[in-house]
């Protein structure tokens, strides 16, 4: 039995002899195709397909299928290779793209924004200022921050204020017991309150003291000071010199001051009898309390002054302290504003 020519090709591997070759099927499925196009567009009145039709149905075709992709898909567009379908497109020209950020300054924030939150500013506060975000600040966070500063401040002036009259109480305390030893030109006895020319227990002390350090020789002059008040018979500076010879001070080694009714006024004219001798250094005896007070006022007025405070002194107790404290008060004050204008003040 004679065969039957085979074809002019080599068949495919798993294909029958009698199978047309691949290629030629394609080539005849497109013409097919072709073919039943042609007649589907004579059949609605069209005339043959043109170019510019078949590219605009294919263009169509090809975004209806890309309009069917699942968003997120990772399959390429055919219109644009480069996108992946699902995401948006990019601008084709470097006009139509946004402007790129500087480094480290966030995201640009849109020019609508922007002008929203001022004019809300100026709606708020009426041109209020700005912290350093640009955001308006408020008026009462300013007042707040101001009552804040003052009050930091008051709290400062006053601890400072405190520790200044600590220390100048410490310094009372402790000139109070300090006895210098001289020598001196002379010794000055502070004045105190006299019953009709007897001295008062605390005068009284105050001149026993000088009649304990007379012998040693540390001045050759004794200065007592003190006027009255109307009414009096005797000032203290008279009833003190009297007191004082009666134990063995000499009369002519007693100078009187009796004129000053206050420690300022009394010292005052000590160196007004001091400088008419030619003399500046004294020695001044008093109570504890007193001596750093009178030993300030003495030097501005130009005098060389030490203290001998009296060891026998009736001030003792809460009343020494309650005096301590207040005077404490004047060498605070005194120290700033004088102790002349002190005087002026309280006496």
Do not use: K
């Amino acid at each position: 039995m004679a065969s039957r020519p085979g074809p002019d090709f080599e068949p495919v591997f798993g294909s029958r002899p009698t199978d047309v070759p691949i290629e030629p099927r394609l080539r005849d499925r497109r013409e097919r195709s072709a073919a039943d196009g042609a007649d589907v567009v004579d059949g609605i009145g069209g005339g043959p397909i043109d170019d510019e039709n078949a590219g605009g149905s294919i263009s169509e075709l090809v975004d209806s299928v890309e309009s069917h992709h699942t968003v997120g898909d990772t399959a390429l567009s055919f219109s644009n290779p480069g996108r992946v379908v699902g995401e948006p497109a990019l601008a084709s020209t470097a006009e139509e793209r946004p402007p790129d950020r500087e480094p480290g300054h966030g995201p640009v924030i849109p020019a609508e924004i922007l002008d929203a939150q001022a004019r809300s500013a100026e709606r708020r506060g009426s041109g209020a200022p700005s912290d350093d975000t640009g955001n308006p600040q408020r008026v009462g966070t300013r007042w707040f921050r101001a009552r804040r500063r003052m009050a930091a401040t008051v709290a400062a002036a006053i601890v400072l204020g405190l520790l200044y009259f600590a220390v100048s109480l410490v310094q009372v305390w402790s000139t109070g017991r300090t006895d210098d030893a001289g020598p001196a030109e002379a010794i000055v006895v502070m004045g105190a309150a006299q019953y009709d020319g007897r001295p008062s227990p605390q005068l009284a002390a105050r001149l026993d003291h000088v009649v304990e350090i007379w012998p040693q020789g540390v001045a050759p002059l004794v200065v007592v000071t003190g006027g009255n008040i109307p009414g009096d018979r005797f000032t203290e500076a008279e009833a003190s010199a009297a007191y004082l010879t009666e134990r063995g001070v000499p009369a002519d080694a007693i100078l009187l001051e009796n004129t000053g009714s206050t420690s300022q006024e009394s010292l005052t004219s000590v160196s007004e009898l001091l400088a008419a001798r030619g003399l500046d250094d004294v020695l001044i005896v008093t109570d504890p309390y007193h001596a750093l007070r009178s030993r300030l006022i003495a030097e501005e007025l130009g005098l060389h002054a030490g203290v001998s405070s009296t060891d026998t002194s009736v001030v003792t107790g809460f009343d020494s302290f309650e005096r301590h404290v207040r005077e404490a008060g004047g060498v605070a004050v005194g120290r700033i504003i004088g102790f002349h204008r002190l005087s002026d003040i309280i006496d």
